[in-house]
């Protein structure tokens, strides 16, 4: 869960892809990035 800086709603981040608030649509900085695993294979 994240707070937003501006109107102090709780935004909930893995269900949320956007970097908005969505009530007041202030940009949200994540600070928690979802890993981002790649699958890498030789050919």
């Not at 981040?13 to 007041?24: A, D, L, N, V």
């Amino acid at each position: 869960m994240y707070k937003c800086d501006k109107c102090n709603t709780l935004v909930d981040i893995r269900g949320y892809t956007e970097s908005k608030c969505p009530s007041c649509r202030y940009r949200i900085l994540f600070k928690e990035v979802p890993e981002v695993r790649r699958v890498v294979k030789a050919r």
